[in-house]
């Protein structure tokens, strides 16, 4: 079961770094981001399971608030970038400058 669950967080990892590093729209790359986190998030909690680890489902959820804290500062930086007129493509951003 062990060789189950790395196989699939690390195909969750990989299709998020795929995300952050091919796309270009910022928000495919903030949900890429996130994609990562949940696959750290998700092997952390299966192992804290595993042995009985109270300290790693601690981790676990400061990770899940951090992850959140991270979507809402991104979004909203998306947000004031679309509300500004400007293209959501991250190759044509250089400064985020109102």
Known sequence: M???IWCVTGLLFLA???MV???RQLLAML???ELMI???NISLVYHAGLFSDGQ???AALLIIAVAAAEAVVGLSLILDVYACGR????????ELRG
């Open 31 to 33: 949900l890429g981001v």
């Open 56 to 58: 790693a489902l601690a």
């Open 16 to 18: 998020g770094l795929t």
């Open 21 to 23: 590093v091919v796309r």
């Open 2 to 4: 062990s060789a189950q």
């Open 38 to 40: 949940s696959s750290v």
């Open 87 to 94: 293209a959501t493509d991250s190759s044509e951003l250089r």
